[in-house]
Nanobody, 125 residues
Framework: QVQLVESGGGLVQAGGSLRLSCAASGRTFSRYFMAWFRQAPGKERDVVAAISRSGGNTDYADSVKGRFTISRDNAKNAVYLQMNSLKPEDMASYYC??????????????????WGQGTQVTVSA
């Protein structure tokens, strides 16, 4: 089992940057695929980015490609989301997720076993 705690959210102007961090408990962090999801009020929770256990493979939602970068540090039990060129439509609660079985697309919420409590990202126009 793994516990996840996100940090780094906040208020930023459009065009600005934020870096989200997710700290994971446990000694088996490298066994887990990791991802960032986001959910805006009244909308479904959607994947933003995902990363393989070694960090060698990543996947991004089309809406964030070229602006967001997911990375992980297995020695520190952490995963990060660097968000650049933020837009008002990026505003949402961002959640860190972990799983040992991400499924074929990595994008199905139901395939992700563990979740953090979320961190709010607010982007002002």
């Amino acid at each position: 089992q793994v516990q996840l705690v996100e940090s780094g959210g906040g208020l930023v102007q459009a065009g600005g940057s934020l870096r989200l961090s997710c700290a994971a408990s446990g000694r088996t962090f490298s066994r887990y695929f990791m991802a960032w999801f986001r959910q805006a009020p009244g909308k479904e929770r959607d994947v933003v980015a995902a990363i393989s256990r070694s960090g060698g493979n990543t996947d991004y939602a089309d809406s964030v490609k070229g602006r967001f970068t997911i990375s992980r540090d297995n020695a520190k039990n952490a995963v990060y989301l660097q968000m650049n060129s933020l837009k008002p439509e990026d505003m949402a609660s961002y959640y860190c997720a972990a799983t040992t079985t991400p499924g074929s697309t990595w994008r199905n919420v139901r395939d992700w076993q563990y979740w953090g409590q979320g961190t709010q990202v607010t982007v002002s126009a």
